[in-house]
């Protein structure tokens, strides 16, 4: 067990970077049917999202432009990746240092990558803190 996972607050943070995510999600797709999964270990955040696609994203599929939608994600990542890291950061109270985005068409999933600046650390009579702290 990681130092991160035995501090109390880990199914709390998970579960906030996930809603964090769906939110990001359905205010810049405007949709609200996306689902998310966070994990965490050590310095990395992983987030996967399922039902990313939106009605017209699904079209475009139907008539073959699978490189168009994945195209229009690559941009839409690019655009807002100020928003998902500064999302994580407000909610790990770490900086992060990478963000990697990876999408896929059939099924419709993503998988939103944060690299974190710092382990947590044990302390010796507690549970876990940043740090950075």
């Not at 990681?2 to 998970?14: G, M, R, V």
């Not at 999964?37 to 475009?60: H, P």
């Not at 240092?97 to 993503?110: E, I, R, Y």
Request: hydrophobic share 45%.
């Amino acid at each position: 067990m990681t130092a991160i996972e035995a501090s109390p607050q880990w199914p709390q943070l998970t579960v906030a970077i996930s809603a964090a995510m769906v939110e990001l999600y359905a205010a810049f797709y405007d949709h609200d049917r996306t689902t998310a999964t966070t994990y965490i270990n050590d310095k990395i955040v992983v987030c996967v999202l399922e039902n990313i696609l939106t009605a017209s994203e699904d079209l475009l599929l139907a008539d073959g432009a699978r490189g168009e939608v994945i195209d229009g994600r690559v941009a839409f990542q690019t655009k807002t990746e100020d928003e998902f890291t500064a999302a994580i950061e407000r909610l790990t109270h770490r900086r992060v240092v990478a963000f990697l985005s990876a999408n896929q068409t059939t099924p419709g999933v993503a998988c939103e990558l944060f690299f974190l600046d710092a382990a947590p650390v044990a302390t010796p009579n507690g549970p876990a803190r940043d740090a950075t702290e």
